[in-house]
């Protein structure tokens, strides 16, 4: 039970007029595959810097709280595909951020609960990540 009340305080918290106008920018907006292109989409003191850090820091945080087990990956996974939208997203610069920014643990959260995540989703068969990640991903 504790689970299905954190899944839905969460969903309340992307409600929330800042973040739902952050998170419509990443969606529409964030593509990239460099570090460059990154900083070209969000330079430092932007506004859309400022969603891009809004977006990555929300998931970091629900991320955490898979990977250190307070809340059951299983269930989560049944309706957090955002979560994974934003690793498909962010998935391509982020070695080049990570050397940039000298932070090695940057959204390790992030990535550790997307692979453990994307399992769970192809248990609906097995390319339904890859179709998930072809539509939301960063195009080639």
């Not at 954190?6 to 529409?28: G, N, Q, T």
């Not at 929300?58 to 939208?85: C, H, I, R």
């Not at 940057?106 to 399992?119: C, D, G, T, V």
Request: glycine share 4%; hydrophobic share 45%; proline share 5%.
């Amino acid at each position: 039970m504790e689970d299905a009340n954190l899944i839905v305080r969460l969903y309340e918290l992307r409600r929330e007029d800042k973040l739902r106008e952050a998170r419509a920018w990443f969606v529409a907006n964030c593509k990239c595959k460099t570090l460059d292109e990154w900083k070209q989409a969000c330079p430092p003191g932007s506004q859309e810097n400022a969603y891009f850090r809004m977006v990555t820091t929300y998931w970091e945080m629900v991320a955490s709280f898979l990977t250190s087990g307070v809340l059951n990956e299983e269930l989560f996974a049944q309706s957090g595909l955002e979560l994974l939208l934003t690793w498909e997203r962010v998935r391509h610069f982020l070695p080049e951020y990570r050397a940039a920014m000298k932070n090695p643990g940057a959204y390790k959260n992030l990535e550790a609960a997307a692979q453990k995540l994307i399992p769970i989703v192809e248990q609906n068969g097995p390319e339904a990540y890859q179709a998930f990640a072809a539509r939301v991903g960063v195009p080639a």
